[in-house]
């Protein structure tokens, strides 16, 4: 009469039980660097957004009314978005300051400069703090006078 084998024996299951706890680890040190990836550029999305968002209202009120504001620096516009970050909202200010400049000066004037600075603040780093942000992404756009 035969003995069938079936089944696993002890030094299968430890491999496996290695090998699976490996994978575990290492799929667990991925996920944690992906969020906090994400976390970081949570904040760069939102500027981006921002001064898109302000370039576009600048470019659709047209050269005519960009005019009265040429060289003028009006006060940083503040904004406060609320995340949801490890179980708690958490509120992100950012601040936009937009300059318009003329870049063709004289009776002539055609071609107006549009910059607009978005600021916030990040535990990572960056620039030297102005105003305690230390991150900034800068938009700068033309608006032709087609006249």
Do not use: C
Not at 60 to 86: C, E, H, K, M
Not at 89 to 101: A, D, K, L, Q, W
Request: proline share 5%.
């Amino acid at each position: 009469m035969r003995l069938s084998r079936a089944g696993h024996n002890l030094l299968e299951v430890i491999i496996a039980t290695v090998i699976f706890a490996t994978a575990v680890v290492f799929l667990t040190g991925l996920w944690s660097t992906y969020h906090e990836a994400l976390t970081k550029n949570r904040g760069r999305l939102i500027a981006m957004a921002l001064g898109r968002s302000e370039v576009e209202s600048r470019i659709a009120l047209g050269f005519t009314n960009l005019a009265p504001v040429f060289n003028t620096t009006p006060p940083p516009a503040q904004y406060s978005f609320d995340a949801w970050i490890r179980g708690r909202t958490v509120s992100i200010p950012f601040e936009t300051e937009t300059r318009v400049t003329n870049t063709t000066p004289g009776p002539f004037a055609r071609l107006a400069k549009i910059v607009v600075t978005v600021r916030w603040a990040e535990k990572s780093g960056g620039e030297t703090p102005v105003n305690g942000f230390n991150k900034k992404v800068r938009y700068v756009a033309y608006v032709f006078d087609g006249r």
